[in-house]
T-cell receptor, first 114, second 110 residues
Framework: EPEVTQTPSHQVTQMGQEVILRCVPI?????FYWYRQILGQKVEFLVSFYNNEISEKSEIFDDQFSVERPDGSNFTLKIRSTKLEDSAMYFC????????????FGDGTRLSIL | SQQGEEDPQALSIQEGENATMNCSYKTSINNLQWYRQNSGRGLVHLIL?????REKHSGRLRVTLDTSKKSSSLLITASRAADTASYFC??????????FGTGTSLTVIP
């Protein structure tokens, strides 16, 4: 069964550095998402992406964050100047149509900011 | 906030018993979905129930939805040790973003 893959599985970065988290969604999917889960807390929506542009974003997704689909297969989340509070699991998800469909999640990237 | 809230927060049962988890939410929905998360892994879709459905079955899973009470329940029958995981309900917002609850941590004791 096709899977959403995320790399790296764990990223350790110094505070203030830029970090790029990578995702390869399922190949025939059209809608892409990033979520964040701080340890012990809820999974929180960050951003949705369709047709090479952001569809929706949450309050968490401020100017420090950006997303890109650079080559038709990868879907990346960039955090420009990381803060300690950015430490979390980041999940990528994709689905094939707009509504009433399950989203398929990757196993996540654990981001640790030192 | 549209986020779902599950209860109980934690549930421990013996293998073979049934497990019931509840979810409440605040606004109108198109559908509600249940996901499972094993420790350190991503979320795995279990079942989707549309707003015009009241009950749905999938294998050992049974989901109910009461839109008048803005609540849903997930029943796992004849539980197994492999069912040990966290279970989340997710409501779907207008932009197709998911709002997850805090989850129920289920432990099935062999």
């Amino acid at each position: 069964e096709p899977e959403v893959t995320q790399t790296p599985s764990h990223q350790v970065t110094q505070m203030g550095q830029e970090v790029i988290l990578r995702c390869v969604p399922i190949s025939n999917h059209l809608y892409f998402y990033w979520y964040r889960q701080i340890l012990g807390q809820k999974v929180e929506f960050l951003v949705s992406f369709y047709n090479n542009e952001i569809s929706e974003k949450s309050e968490i997704f401020d100017d420090q964050f950006s997303v890109e689909r650079p080559d038709g297969s990868n879907f990346t989340l960039k955090i420009r100047s990381t803060k300690l509070e950015d430490s979390a699991m980041y999940f990528c998800a994709s689905d094939s149509s707009y509504s009433n469909q399950p989203q398929h999640f990757g196993d996540g990237t654990r981001l640790s900011i030192l | 906030s549209q986020q779902g809230e599950e209860d109980p927060q934690a549930l421990s049962i013996q293998e073979g018993e049934n497990a019931t988890m509840n979810c409440s939410y605040k606004t109108s929905i198109n559908n509600l979905q249940w996901y499972r998360q094993n420790s350190g892994r991503g979320l795995v879709h279990l079942i989707l129930i549309r707003s015009n459905e009241r009950e749905k079955h999938s294998g050992r899973l049974r989901v109910t939805l009461d839109t008048s009470k803005k609540s849903s329940s997930l029943l796992i029958t004849a539980s197994r040790a492999a069912d040990t995981a966290s279970y989340f309900c997710a409501t779907v917002g207008t932009g197709n973003q998911f709002y997850f609850g805090t989850g129920t941590s289920l432990t099935v004791i062999p």
